[in-house]
């Protein structure tokens, strides 16, 4: 997947939203987060923080 300049602009209006409902997000998590949404991929995380996350906006999770 190629991180394009977008995606990083995405990751911080995502982790502002996150953040303006009370849920944290670190640099990394929202960068994975944007990325996952604009390529519509899915996340396989053990991390409940995309949990979490997906609540805010829509991203496909596969949980272990």
Known sequence: ???VGDDYENAAE???LASAKGIQSTPV???IWAIAIR???SIF???SDFQRLS????IKLWKA
């Open 45 to 47: 995380s053990l991390d």
């Open 39 to 41: 390529t519509k991929f």
């Open 29 to 31: 998590d929202s960068l």
């Open 1 to 3: 997947v190629i991180v």
């Open 14 to 16: 995502l982790s502002n």
């Open 55 to 58: 609540k805010i906006a829509p």
